[in-house]
């Protein structure tokens, strides 16, 4: 999986009408759909190829010369991505000189517990 | 240029001894004193890092010294080598000094600009009609906080935040929480908007940027987020009851826990990790919170006068040195002028000596009316040509 990067609005409309479709497409069935956007062959191509190198979509070569485009996440999963991201940038620590927030460390589940545990009984 | 080094080597001196002496008192006097204390103690020293509180002293001296300075501005200064070596030494060092600035500068805006980015990316405004604008709105009147905040939900599993620059916003994850969880959420981050906490990262990180080559600095940040944090959580439960306090300790943990997205670990850890142990710290400082007695308030404001006074004091004995460093240096030259003066003179007496009238340009006017008298009177030849 490449690292996360955010998708501009147009990446972001080609996606939703394949999420929407929610099977794989080829770039003329697109084009069909983006007719009245007047983009050329070539335009849907480049969208299409930035998606992939983004990681949302994956290509294979189907019948004849066209590519076949597969959705690597549904957009709940792209959005989980999205919001890992921001918790990455979270815990990197310099980001919290911008920010006061309610609490900065990273408890695991079980040492919560225990200290939820621990506490109930103060 | 030498002037700048000297400053800032002496506002680093100062920040750097009063954020020492704050930490040692510290250790010895974590649990008496209050978290406010302490905070403010860290903020003492941040300032020290970056307001010259050591001119005060100079002020007290500046008629002494003007007079100081002038006699010795009215005595010219020789070139030598030595000089020229640590000037180029001087600003050698200030251009790795600003170098790092402008580095360190550059790295905080990128870190600023990738967060808000990712910010904007997963956030979303939360509707004008929602109940959590009607709590924000009673405990503003409440504390008695007069700006405008900004409310906005996250879709990712955040810890709830304050951020922004000109208009404070409370970042709140989207899951459900409950009213009263949240009541205490939202007052945790007033306070903090309050007590401009905020302000008091952002000095943090000019003091970083600036003294950068100062490890006190980093350890002085790391102890203003606790404090800061620390101070926080004492002005929220210092009116509420000991149950009132065990439901502001649980909804911090639970929190944490909806917010913890790491998988359970396989190994069973027995002993309070890091993090659980600050955290324990915290939540017994929660439950224990209490106003002071005016002794130790005595105490403690007595302590607190005393560390700026070191920083005072530290600041000036270092600023005075550098200066008199400078100037003895100023003094070695100007003795050495005289000497080399003196010979001249001793020279001079001894032999007759001959100008040229191309020679005029090398004297001062004085000098040259001089000579001229000197030619009349034949104790100077003047060479034709």
């Known amino acids: 999986m490449p690292k996360f990067q955010s998708l501009t609005d147009t990446e972001m409309e080609v996606m939703q009408i394949i999420w929407k479709l929610n099977r794989s497409v080829q770039s003329s069935e697109l084009l069909t759909i983006f007719s009245e956007k007047g983009w050329k062959g070539q335009t849907i191509a480049t969208f299409l190829s930035r998606l992939v190198d983004k990681g949302l979509l994956s290509v294979t070569k189907g019948k004849g010369r066209a590519n076949i485009y597969n959705p690597r996440l549904s957009f709940k999963e792209y959005k989980k991505w999205e919001a890992q991201s921001l918790l990455d940038t979270m815990y990197q620590g310099s980001v919290k000189t911008f920010l006061a927030t309610l609490y900065d460390e990273k408890v695991t589940t079980e040492e919560l517990d225990e200290l939820k545990k621990w506490f109930s009984d103060k | 240029m030498n002037e700048w080094l000297n400053f800032m080597i002496t506002l680093s001196v100062a920040g750097s001894c009063v954020s020492i002496f704050a930490y040692s008192i510290t250790v010895i006097s974590r649990e008496i004193f209050t978290a406010k204390w302490h905070y403010r103690n860290r903020k003492l020293a941040l300032s020290f890092f970056l307001l010259p ?47 790092g600035v402008f580095i360190t500068s ?54 709830p935040f304050l951020v922004g620059v000109f208009k404070s916003t409370i970042v709140l ?155 003895n240096k100023n003094m070695e030259i100007q003795l050495e002028y005289v000497d080399i003066d003196k010979r001249e003179i001793d020279k001079n007496s001894s032999k007759t000596i001959s100008v040229k009238l191309s020679d005029k340009s090398k004297f001062s006017e004085e000098e040259w009316s001089k000579i001229l008298k000197q030619i009349e009177n034949n104790e100077v030849i003047l060479e034709e040509k």
């Open chain 2, 173 to 327: 994850p989207i899951y459900a929480i409950q009213n009263d969880e949240l009541t205490m959420i939202l007052k945790h981050e007033l306070i903090h908007d309050k007590k401009k906490d905020l302000w008091m990262k952002r000095a943090g990180i000019l003091a970083r940027i600036l003294h950068w080559y100062n490890p006190l600095i980093y350890f002085l940040q790391k102890e203003l987020t606790k404090w800061c944090e620390l101070s926080c959580d004492e002005d929220v439960v210092l009116k509420m009851s000991h149950t009132e306090r065990k439901m502001y300790g649980e909804m911090i943990l639970n929190m944490m826990q909806r917010a913890n997205q790491q998988p359970n670990s396989p190994f069973s850890v027995s002993l309070f990790t890091k993090g659980q142990m600050k955290l324990k710290k915290r939540l017994i400082r929660i439950l224990e919170a209490q106003q002071v007695s005016k002794s130790i308030v005595i105490t403690a404001i007595t302590l607190f006068l005393v560390f700026g006074s070191v920083g005072i004091v530290s600041a000036t004995f270092v600023y005075k040195n550098i200066q008199s460093i400078s100037e």
């Open chain 2, 53 to 99: 509180f050591f001119l005060i002293a100079e002020v007290a001296l500046l008629f002494k010294k003007d007079n100081q300075l002038m006699q010795l501005n009215s005595l010219p200064f020789i070139q030598q080598n030595t000089i020229l070596l640590t000037e180029a030494f001087v600003q050698m060092v200030f251009i790795i000094w600003l170098t």
């Open chain 2, 106 to 159: 550059i790295w905080f805006l990128f870190v600023y600009q990738k967060l808000y980015r990712e910010l904007r990316r997963n956030c979303v405004a939360v509707p004008k009609e929602h109940k959590v604008w009607g709590i924000l709105a009673q405990l503003q009147n409440d504390m008695n906080v007069k700006r405008e905040i900004n409310l906005v939900y996250c879709q990712a599993n955040i810890s």
